[in-house]
């Protein structure tokens, strides 16, 4: 069976923002971002694991907001600023990965890129969001090995964390 | 006490494989890339079941870009893997008898053009109907999918009479349970990165859950020794048991070593599902009788499993589910008899529980009904039949004796969710607010295996040196999938021997390093790393001694191991020779090495288990009659498992075991249609989210072993997966009075109009 041969075709010239550096590359422009990351870039830390928009591991933000790399294409990155978790915290840890570590929000950490991807994006919308709020904002987000209750501590530390700073 | 960040203090750590996961800094071996390199793609069958006529390569060799096209011909040595029986081809010669059957494999420039060149294989199907439920492949005159026939595995086991067993009970409870086809649903597909080396070696960089066993059996296929191939095995990105078997390695290594370059291969998710292994479906029927006390007069069980076309551990999952049947209880008199059948529906295999989650599913459903029939209390009921101290296991065989049942069964009902259940009246009497949303209590007992059990090879060990530059180095044969095993370990390293987490390093997950410590299943890693240590702690630290005494010229009585290095044993504890020193001024390597046998039982019985884990679950649910579904608002789980390893890792494996257990109860199953899966992806496979996962949740470690227990920690790692599936159907009937018997719960069964709906239709 042939895949609809997305990465076939003409390259265009790509212009846009990746963890806060201007990038132009030639590319087909319905090539999905996921993979341009991956296979292109070699930044890995964005995952793959259903590639139709179900499980999140593939979350990236564009422009701020959090989006699954799987489903874009390159066109729609056009003139975007476009953060991957390489380009969350520099060489450091971001306060809520911190969390993550501190109250063991993670297993194998496949899901995890994606899910601190998710969690940053709400707090950058909402400093104090309540259990429903983050719950939706995480239900796409799918995790195998924590059951969540993990990831649920870590989100609610690093909420209170910042409540104290 | 309930098990958290703020009771476990200090010994609650930062993984030291954490800071790599949440900056997505952590290469897991399908990230990896190489220059030069090619990808790799697999042919599956287009058919459950076809004989094959005949395969035509020639379109898809001559494409421009396409390195190789390898078919049965060109499997050098054995055209078949599995753990236990090797009766699964690497590429299908003859007959394919399962959607994920692998007919041929390519490399080529671009993960497109390997796409390309399968659609160019022309292969030749006679499609032949599909055999796609065990029953009927059971029948007479049922098409062989094998010469052997169909059964791939019998197993039971009788005490008693059981004829004789019914007559004269009071009540008897006859029902039979059908459990799902549920997926492992690792976040990380299969994949890896095969690289031929150039003195001639071939390095495979690809999950599993015992590399030595991969490399035994990539050795038997590429006909090549097994020193000449390196398994790199770890990190993984989740596994439960489902890459424990070979799944792309074989095609990997055969392109890699076919065209001389590295070859990378990682599954999308519908080729994952379609040749991956599920946990296996089985239907249970049990008849099971008690007195007029409520004692348990007779149990007959017969089990069937649908293990799909080859065996991988399907045996030995049908022997735990055989054991596992019977598992905490006394019986007067006791039938069980499995069978594991082979049909053309997807593989079914080892899944964390191992058989364990069907057989308590049902068993703790029959305890549920005869204490409701007897009107006895559940936990008065399975109080008056569980096992006693010093009672042998459920085969009458000897076990490492604990008093697991009796604790977690008394915690259980010290628990305030479990006290609540008083409040809760019977079955649908209570009036409710708002009416259509019912709530129910229920609970769960679990007695769970470690280990392989008898007569299964079953070997462990390590290896500690001191390295050339000064580091201690823990070598094991043990793999990372998620479960915490490397930071166990460092907290093992530092609490029994004092060192600083700088002092050591921990290698696992690569055949060229470590030692044979056996697979990393069943719940027996911790244990075994454990035992390994307790094995080798006295004589490393002595080895690690003499060579200090000698440099220091002092008497070894007067040192001692810690942080930093060799230290004076009393007073301040002064360093006096850092470990880097010591290793620089040592002429021989010192190493100490550990290889022995997970303990088994003394018992002629295989599969009959010596160390058992148990647990008692309590859950509240809430059914909403409207829609028919379920919502689990808070849990209690008791484990007696010995001591605590590691808190992080113990309580996120009883939080992450019981969210399997929740889909497994809930949504989770691999609709098959005539073969073929209907379910392909995340969309129509619906595993758990936070929204499912937002009610209370609290761990009871039970740490206390008898004394002189030489056995240690028990493992963790499977048990959560177990009870609460059971405790869900349990707090269900509580709930609206419906009995539960087939996973996953159908909300169309709990639909209810309520008199406020019934009373607006009728006036319409
Ligand atoms: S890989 Fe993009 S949502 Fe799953
Ligand atoms: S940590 Fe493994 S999938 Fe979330």
Redesign the interface.
Known sequence: ???P?E??GAKQTLQCTLNGSPVEMDVQLSKRLLHIL??DL?L?????????G??G?CMVLVDGKPVNSCLTMAYQCEGKSIT???G??GDG?DPI?QA?????G????????GM?ISVIALLHENASPS?DE???A??G?????????????AVKSAIATRKME | MALNRETSGGRWRIRPDGPAKVTGALTYLTDMSMSGMLHGRVLRSSHPYARIKSIDTSEAEALEGVHAVLTWRDVPGLNGYGIAVQDQPVLCRDYVRYVGDAVATVAADTPELADYALSLIEVDYDALAPVDDPEAALADGAPKLHPHGNVLHRAGYERGNIADGFEGCAHIVEETYITPRQMHAYMETEGGLFVPEPDGRLTVYAPTQHGLMDRLQLSRILDRPQASIRIVSSPIGGSFGGKDELNIQPYGALLALHTGRPVKIHNSRWESVRAGLKRHPMKIRMKTGIDADGRIMAHDVNIIADTGPYATLGAEVLNFAVEHVIGPYRYEHLYVSGVSVHTNNGMSGEFRGFGGNQAIFALEGQMDRLAYKAGIDPWEFRQRNRRRAEDPGPFGHPIAQTNGAEQVWRTLAESALYARRERLAYAASAPSSPPWIRKGIGAAFVMHGAGLGFGIPDPAGGRLRLAADGKIEALFGYEEFGQGLIATLELMLIEEFGFAPDDFRIVIGDTDRVPDSGSTTASRATSMMWQSLQRMRDPFRSALLKAAAAQLDRPAEELAIGEGGVREKSGEKRLLLAYQNLAAGSSEEIAVETNFIFPASDTKRIGAHLLYTYAAVAVEAEVNTLTGRVRVTDQFHAVAAGPVMNPQGYLGQIEGGSSMALGYALTEEAIMDEGRYVTRNFDTYLIPTIADSRGGFEVVPIEELPEGDPHGPRGVGEIGSVGLAPAIAEAVFQAVGTRISRLPIDPSELQKPTDALRKAVKDR
């Open positions: 069976m042939i895949e041969s990465n076939t991956r296979d070699g890995t830390g964005t995952k793959r694991s259903c590639e139709i179900r499980c591991a991957t978790i390489e969350i915290s840890i990965q993550f570590l501190a109250e063991g993670y297993q194998c950490g496949y899901c995890t890129p601190v259990e983050i719950s939706e995480l239900s987000n799918l995790c195998r090995c924590t059951g969540y209750g993990g990831i649920i501590r």
